[in-house]
């Protein structure tokens, strides 16, 4: 059975800047052998079917910003499985308002120039369902998408859920796992949410032989991964 290395929405460029090598840490000490992304890998703040911030970047100096995040995560995972999150989506959401036909939008790998990554709306992995979760809330969004499919799930999108949730029966065990995100709270593209009382939870998966673990990025004042320990191309100084 694979090793599963499963990374949180990080809609670049509005990502921690320790959230890249938080990964590689915690996949390289669990020996994974597979990479999957939840989704959401790029934010389109610019094409936000919401208002935008005046201040933010439009949409070619986001995109360009973003493109960079992706070639350095493609140098440490060029072969990773993607799961199409709702903001990957909203170019061709955006175009469907105005009668663009699907024909005229480029894919994600040419688009992103990610030749190694296969984006799909979902992926089943040893018996175990992965996707973003687009449309689901609350405080246990995997866990109820797990009881809907009867299956093991692990998803993401729901940026203040993470964790582990069981259920069992006289048959089988089965489990939710919400993922966790890498997103940059103080970055300009989360501003609407500066005075919510609840934040990201910032944390990565993995799934060994079909069991499920999840870990908490240590980002706080004086921890490893604090910001401060990062310069903005995401380097440990």
């Not at 979760?133 to 246990?140: C, D, E, L, N």
Request: aromatic share 10%; hydrophobic share 35%; with cysteine.
């Amino acid at each position: 059975m694979s090793k599963v290395g499963v990374i949180g929405d990080t809609h670049f460029p509005a990502t921690h800047p320790g959230y890249r090598s938080f990964c590689e840490d915690v996949f390289e000490k669990h020996d994974c052998d597979v990479f999957l992304h939840i989704g959401d890998v790029v934010d389109w703040h610019a094409i936000s079917m919401h208002e935008p911030e005046p201040d933010a970047d439009g949409a070619l100096a986001e995109y360009d910003n973003a493109k960079e995040h992706v070639a350095k995560w493609k140098r440490s995972f060029p072969d990773l499985l993607v799961c199409e999150g709702n903001h990957d989506a909203r170019i061709a959401r955006k175009a469907k308002t105005v009668n663009i036909p699907s024909r005229f939008l480029r894919d994600y790998n040419e688009l992103w120039e990610t030749p190694g990554w296969l984006w799909r709306p979902d992926h089943k992995i040893d018996g175990v369902y992965y996707l973003h979760g687009t449309g689901t809330s609350g405080k246990y969004p995997a866990m109820t998408t797990m009881e809907k499919m009867l299956m093991s799930t692990v998803q993401g999108h729901v940026h203040a859920a993470a964790g582990i949730w069981w259920r069992a029966n006289p048959e089988r065990r089965l489990f939710g796992m919400n993922v966790g995100t890498g997103v940059d709270d103080k970055h300009i593209a989360f501003k609407y949410g500066e005075n919510l009382k609840t934040r990201a939870i910032l944390s990565a998966g993995v799934v060994l032989d079909g069991t499920p673990m999840h870990f908490i990025m240590p980002c706080g004042e004086g921890e490893k991964y604090h910001r401060s320990r990062f310069n903005k191309k995401g380097k440990r100084k």
